[in-house]
């Protein structure tokens, strides 16, 4: 009889320790999602693209670069000839820009 008290015990314990590390899991992953929110929203507020589409972008780049024969599948392959090729003339520069630029002056201690 004893152990079968144990036994029921052990098991409420058990189950309370489950529900506990549950709601510990359930707690992060809100925190998670409302600091990526709040990120994107003050991003957004700041007028710049939040952090989120700048690191997926980065990824989908980095994915096109190293995608089999260069690119993905289905994708429009880039049929270039010589005509698309633009030659630019070089204009030479005068002298006033060959000086250094001024430098601040040094810090004082």
């Known amino acids: 009889m004893l152990t079968l008290i144990f036994q029921f015990f052990a098991w409420v ?3 309370i320790f489950s529900l506990m590390g549950l709601a510990f899991v359930l707690g992060l ?3 998670f999602l409302l600091a990526l929110i ?3 929203l003050l991003s957004l507020l700041r007028g710049q693209k939040p952090e989120v589409a700048v690191v997926w972008q980065r990824y989908q780049n980095m ?3 190293r995608a089999p024969f260069g690119r993905w599948p289905g994708q429009a392959q880039n ?3 010589a005509a ?3 030659d630019v003339q070089a204009k030479e520069i005068g ?3 060959q000086q250094p630029p ?3 002056p040094p810090k004082k201690p």
Request: no cysteine; aromatic share 0%; glycine share 12%.
């Open 13 to 15: 314990l058990r189950l």
């Open 102 to 104: 001024e430098q601040l």
């Open 79 to 81: 049929q270039g000839n």
């Open 63 to 65: 994915a096109r670069a």
């Open 38 to 40: 709040g990120g994107a």
């Open 84 to 86: 698309d090729i633009v």
């Open 95 to 97: 002298a006033s820009s």
């Open 29 to 31: 992953i809100v925190v």
